[in-house]
């Protein structure tokens, strides 16, 4: 990297369905100083993640601004502080904060999601398990799930960066952890590698999707106690699949909608209307958002690392070089060729 040059990703244009490397563009630009109360930080980390995919398309469902053309794309980075001109952050200080796809950042701390020790856990963890992906999932279940052990917890996207993580928590809490994924091999990831209790795949051998009715079937052999707890990142025909089998006081974690994603502008995300079985069974189907309890992330990172340590959770980065290699490669037409995090060195 030329200390001298703030590479950034600018978002040339929005895409009209899920992006690709022509909505983006490399420029090269000076480096920003910073005044008082203020320091400047140099990206070691910028992780890839799909909720970048909501950040692009303006609508009335989006929870920040977003992106316009001639912004720097948005993004949480591991960074280091390099000049500081703050009391309260020193150089050489490691910082997990919204610091966007650039080499060099200033900030004054509002912008800071966690303090990095990189003794807790190497640099890229902290983009994947104390990061965006580890809260998630922790403060998902912590404050909407809430599993009890014996409980059956199912998750969607069971294998990926959050889904993977929420499995393992959920055993570690003592439940028991049913997966949904699309792949053989994700099916075999998600028992061998994440220790999940079952796995279910909403795909055929033929990569067709299954039907809503087929696949209620399937969830009905691996969860024969019914679901207490569904960790929804999907939304769409999988959701759908879920509710028959839902118990009594369920609690349902609306986390993410990737299964609609492809979705373009007008375009309705229609399904089933299940108020009569949610009334009947006093289910609990909440929204939730990671950004609710950024200001609580340092909280999260001792159990996170009590239970690495403990061997109850593992996780998965998949690590690449280069700021350029962002979307000018493989950024958003990633999320079905990574099992888990991506993240790019800078
Ligand atoms: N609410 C929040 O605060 C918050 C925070 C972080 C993430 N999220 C959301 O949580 C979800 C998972 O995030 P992540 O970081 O774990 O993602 P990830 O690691 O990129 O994994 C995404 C997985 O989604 C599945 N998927 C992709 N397209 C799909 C489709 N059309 N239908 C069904 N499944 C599809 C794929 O797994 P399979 O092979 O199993 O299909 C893929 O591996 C996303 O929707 C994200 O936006 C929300």
Same mark, same amino acid.
Not at 218 to 235: H, M, Q, S
Not at 266 to 278: H, I, P, S
């Given at each position: 990297m030329n200390a001298m040059i703030n590479r950034q990703i600018i978002v040339d244009n929005l895409p009209a369905g899920m992006p690709d490397a022509s909505n983006f563009r490399l420029e090269e630009g000076s480096v920003p100083t910073c005044g008082e109360g203020q320091f400047l930080t140099r990206c070691l980390y910028i992780s890839v993640d799909p909720y970048m995919v909501g950040r692009m398309k303006p609508s009335a469902a989006a929870y920040t601004a977003g992106v316009k053309p001639g912004d720097v794309m948005q993004c949480y980075t591991v960074s280091e502080v390099v000049e500081s001109k703050h009391p309260d952050y020193q150089v050489g200080e490691l910082l997990y904060g919204s610091y966007n796809m650039q080499d060099y950042a200033v900030g004054d701390g509002s912008e800071v999601i966690v303090r990095v020790d990189s003794d807790v856990a190497p640099l890229e963890a902290w983009q994947a398990l104390m990061g965006m992906a580890g809260q998630t999932a922790y403060w998902g279940l912590e404050t909407i799930g809430q599993p009890q052990a014996g409980e059956t917890v199912l998750v969607s996207a069971a294998v990926g960066s959050v889904g993977s993580l929420v499995g393992q928590i959920a055993k570690a809490k003592g439940a028991r952890a049913v997966?949904?994924?699309?792949?053989?091999?994700?099916?075999?990831?998600?028992?061998?590698?994440?220790?999940?209790?079952?796995?279910?795949?909403?795909?055929?051998?033929?990569?067709? /999707?299954?039907?809503?009715?087929?696949?209620?079937?399937?969830?009905?052999?691996?969860?024969?106690?019914? #679901?207490?707890?569904?960790?929804?990142?999907?939304?769409?025909?999988?959701?759908?699949?879920?509710?028959?089998?839902? /118990?009594?006081?369920?609690? #349902?974690?609306?986390?993410?909608?990737?299964?609609?994603?492809?979705?373009?502008?007008?375009?309705?995300?229609?399904?089933?209307?299940?108020?009569?079985?949610?009334?009947?069974?006093? #289910?609990?189907k909440e929204g939730f958002l990671v950004f609710d309890h950024w200001h609580k992330a340092a909280e999260a990172v001792p159990q996170l690392a009590k239970w690495v340590q403990e061997g109850k959770i593992t996780y998965q980065t998949d690590v690449m070089d280069g700021i350029e290699n962002a979307p000018l490669k493989r950024f958003c037409f990633s999320w079905n060729r990574f099992l888990v995090s991506l993240c790019l060195k800078v």
């Open positions: 997966a949904i994924t699309s792949s053989p091999e994700k099916c075999k990831q998600a028992l061998d590698t994440f220790g999940y209790d079952a796995v279910v795949s909403y795909k055929d051998e033929a990569g067709r /999707n299954l039907s809503p009715a087929e696949l209620t079937e399937k969830l009905k052999e691996a969860c024969p106690d019914g #679901i207490d707890v569904y960790f929804d990142n999907t939304g769409g025909d999988i959701s759908e699949a879920v509710w028959p089998h839902y /118990n009594l006081r369920a609690r #349902i974690i609306i986390c993410g909608r990737i299964a609609a994603a492809h979705l373009k502008a007008g375009e309705k995300d229609t399904g089933l209307r299940d108020q009569g079985f949610m009334i009947a069974n006093r #289910i609990r």
